[in-house]
């Protein structure tokens, strides 16, 4: 059997991030950035008001008291917004709304507050120090800054950041596009009524939902039963859109696992018995005209989705160009005893908790039987036995990888 390590080493040889292209902002977003943006301008852009008040001199204020206001003439009110601003003189106030720039001449804000809240004088009831609520102009991002080099990964944060330097396009490795198919005369859309011997198509459901929080565009199409007309016109159809091909199901040893026949006419497609469990059998390689990468992954619901995780998500993030390949793992103790096949690598349901002092524990989910699907839905996370471990004590400690929903 082909170790682990090397198919995914296969795999991440073969793949490609894909070609950069020039973005929209907002549909830039969750993709990686391929160059270094630069600030034009300070943020903020000019000095300006962090609270609602009156733009005041500090020394016009220094003896201000609640028993002893001072009151001073207020001589301009500056909503955000206003781009005429004039300078105020010594003993004079100007009524100032947050975010609007701090008039020439004052050097510090009251808050409304701490005031009597006049509009054409104002009684200032507390003394303010210089440069007292203002924000000042390059505080935050200096003119010329490099704000995110190529390589980052643009979260909802960084896209606010590029449209407040300004950015209306940037430059990023799109998302890949990948297609998910199920294979199997057995299936049905959820949705429809089955008869006895169907069962409801969940692969597809699964793996797009997973492809898509890997950071893919994932397309889901109707289950194919087991024929190969059927299964090589439907491939063929959607490689017009694909970066990437799932297929699930039809690649072990059965008399209708068709997948290897057809794919073998569309390209070069090499089948593994990999050394783990679930998902001992694999498909990888590319097809069509443009060498489009392609899984075809075992049928069974968790040998589907652990695939996925252990070579899928990684080639994806690779197209991405996302500098973070691999989920985080952590290292856990164990909290009952766990049996592993002896010479595969078992990737185990599980729960893992975290304590406050940082550290990990880790129970196995039941059976681990790749079927069982309602104990994959309650996993937080896959322990990973080493090939030559067939038992694992509770106490020990365990690698596990964290199956956490962030797509960074
Ligand atoms: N004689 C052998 N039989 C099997 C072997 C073997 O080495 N020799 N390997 C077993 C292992 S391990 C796995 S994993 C499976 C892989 O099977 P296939 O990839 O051929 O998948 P199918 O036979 O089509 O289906 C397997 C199982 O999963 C159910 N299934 C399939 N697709 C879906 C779907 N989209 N949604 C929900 N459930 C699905 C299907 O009904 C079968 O129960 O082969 C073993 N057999
Ligand atoms: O490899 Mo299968 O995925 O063991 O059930
Ligand atoms: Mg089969």
Same mark, same amino acid.
């Given at each position: 059997m082909k170790r682990v390590a090397d198919h995914l080493s296969d795999i991440l040889g073969a793949v490609r991030p894909l070609g950069e292209l020039d973005f929209q902002l907002i549909d830039a977003h969750g993709c990686v950035l391929t160059e270094d943006v630069v600030a034009p301008?300070?943020? @903020?852009q000019f000095d300006n008001t962090a609270m609602d008040g009156y733009a005041v001199r500090a020394e016009d204020v #220094? =003896?201000?008291? $609640?028993?002893q206001p001072v009151e001073l003439p207020v001589v301009a009110d500056i909503p955000a917004g206003d781009t005429e601003i004039n300078a105020i003189g010594p003993g004079l106030a100007a009524r100032i709304m947050t975010g609007a720039p701090v008039p020439p001449g004052a050097d510090a804000i009251v808050p409304? $507050?701490?005031? =009597? !809240? *006049?509009? #054409?004088r104002v009684g200032i009831r507390a003394a303010a120090k210089v440069g007292a609520h203002i924000r000042r102009a390059g505080g935050d991002v200096v003119s010329g800054d490099v704000v995110l080099g190529a390589g980052t990964y643009l979260g909802a944060a960084q896209i606010g950041l590029l449209a407040a330097v300004g950015r209306d396009r940037v430059v990023i490795r799109p998302r890949p596009r990948v297609v998910v198919i199920s294979t199997g005369s057995e299936l049905v859309e959820p949705g429809y009524p089955l008869a006895m011997g169907q069962i409801t198509d969940s692969n597809s459901y699964s793996l797009t939902a997973a492809a898509r929080e890997a950071g893919a565009i994932a397309y889901r199409v109707p289950p194919v039963p087991d024929d190969k007309e059927r299964l090589l016109g439907l491939i063929e159809d959607q490689l017009i859109r694909a970066d990437m091909v799932i297929t699930t199901g *039809?690649?072990? #040893? *059965? #008399?209708? =696992?068709i997948v290897k026949e057809v794919l073998s006419e569309l390209g070069t497609v090499n089948f593994d018995k990999v !050394?783990?469990? @679930? *998902?001992?059998p694999q498909g990888f390689g590319t097809i069509g005209e443009d060498a489009t990468p392609i899984f075809t992954l075992p049928g069974n619901p968790v040998s589907a989705f652990v695939s996925f995780e252990v070579f899928v998500r990684p080639a994806i993030r690779k197209m991405l160009g996302s500098p973070r390949l691999h989920r985080p793992s952590v290292k856990a103790v164990l909290q009952e005893r766990l049996y592993s096949p002896d010479g595969r690598r078992q990737f185990a349901r599980a729960q893992v908790q975290s304590a406050n002092d940082g550290s990990h524990q880790v129970r196995p989910l039941g059976a681990q039987q790749s079927h069982l699907i309602g104990d994959l839905a309650a996993a937080n996370a896959l322990i990973v036995v080493p090939e030559h471990v067939t038992e694992v004590a509770a106490g020990q400690v365990v690698d596990t990888v964290l199956l956490e929903r962030r797509r960074e």
């Open positions: 301008w300070n943020l @903020p #220094a =003896d201000a008291s $609640e028993e409304v $507050e701490q005031t =009597d !809240a *006049g509009t #054409a *039809g690649v072990s #040893a *059965g #008399a209708y =696992d !050394a783990m469990q @679930p *998902g001992k």
